[in-house]
């Protein structure tokens, strides 16, 4: 096949893929914590109107600290989606008071996670706990988002990690309220899709955010791969960290993570990315608004795109 027809052929193919990849990336959500919120002003000159920003609820930051930040990205015409930390928050009243506070200033949605610590502060030690309070469904809270595990979770078993993501599907079955999974982010591109099918034998159905790192060193995702308990891709990159671009399963960049999404049989419960930042919150929001803009070219024989920079 001569040089220009192969090339017009790529090109036909990679249109509609590179609209999919767009209006995928459209509904990007990403992290911050209480000390970017000075991002904001920038943040809205990068971001689509309404894009959802998460409040991380880092062992720095206080709960009202999170409220406060959740109530400026709120204002600044955002999604705020504050993370709720089960094992941090010591009595019911303050759940009450905090998600009184969020629905009163138009905060719809919230992410419940249990917490890395060990150490819990009052009658809460997971989201199960939290979700069977029946605080939250009488808050105003309209969506709730769940933490989900692909690869697995430090010190957790399979069984335990899907009897907890099947109790909350019970729970939104019950109360009607919308749930949604936001994954952990790794480095095997295709976890979810060896995951979904797991999630249905055990009949969770819920939406799923896949978790991203956004555009970060390698040494410094490892960093925090290892803070986060990520197991088994992990420990590849390590044994391959010289050539951990050939291995086939890896992927270490967004674009790689984005291309393997969009692999996904036109069944997943993939609706939209969520990127964690890792301190470069300006760097991923510029990432994610060149690829909305379509500012990128795609390479359909290799599987990946590029970004202008």
């Known amino acids: 096949m001569k040089a220009p027809l192969r090339s017009a052929l790529l090109a036909a193919h990679a249109a509609p893929l590179k609209e999919r990849v767009v209006t995928f990336m459209r509904a990007a959500s990403i992290e911050i914590t209480p000390s970017e919120e000075k991002h904001l002003p920038a943040l809205s000159a990068l971001l689509p109107a309404a894009s959802a920003i998460y409040i991380s609820h880092v062992p720095t930051a206080t709960l009202a600290q999170v409220v406060k930040t959740a109530l400026a990205v709120q204002a600044a015409g955002f999604q705020a989606t504050p993370h709720l930390v089960a094992r941090r928050i010591n009595y019911p009243e303050t759940l009450r008071t905090t998600l009184a506070e969020l629905v009163a200033h138009g905060v719809e949605q919230v992410l ?29 809270i309209k ?65 799923i955010l896949a978790g991203i790192a956004g555009p970060t060193p390698l040494s410094k995702l490892i960093k925090f791969a290892m803070r986060c308990g990520i197991g088994a891709s992990l420990r590849t990159v390590m044994r391959n960290l010289s ?27 993939v609706i939209a990315p969520h990127f964690f930042c ?32």
């Open 143 to 207: 969506r709730i988002g769940v933490a989900g595990y692909p690869e697995g979770q430090r010190g957790i078993g399979h069984a335990m990690l899907g009897n907890a993501l099947k109790s909350k599907q019970a729970f939104a079955d019950r109360t009607g309220l919308p749930l949604f999974i936001v994954t952990q982010f790794g480095f095997d591109g295709n976890a979810l899709r060896d995951w979904e099918p797991e999630l249905a034998r055990i009949d969770v159905r819920l939406p």
């Open 278 to 309: 890792f301190g470069g919150v300006l760097e991923t929001a510029e990432w994610i608004g060149q690829v909305v803009a379509g500012r990128f070219t795609i390479d359909p024989a290799e599987g990946k795109f590029l970004v202008e920079r």
């Open 112 to 140: 419940l996670v249990a917490g890395d610590t060990e150490y819990v502060a009052g009658e809460y030690e997971s989201t199960l706990d939290v979700l069977a309070s029946g605080v939250i469904e009488k808050s105003g």
């Open 243 to 269: 050539a951990v671009s050939g291995v086939a399963e890896l992927a270490t960049t967004p674009e790689q993570h984005v291309m393997r999404l969009m692999q996904l049989p036109g069944a997943t419960r």
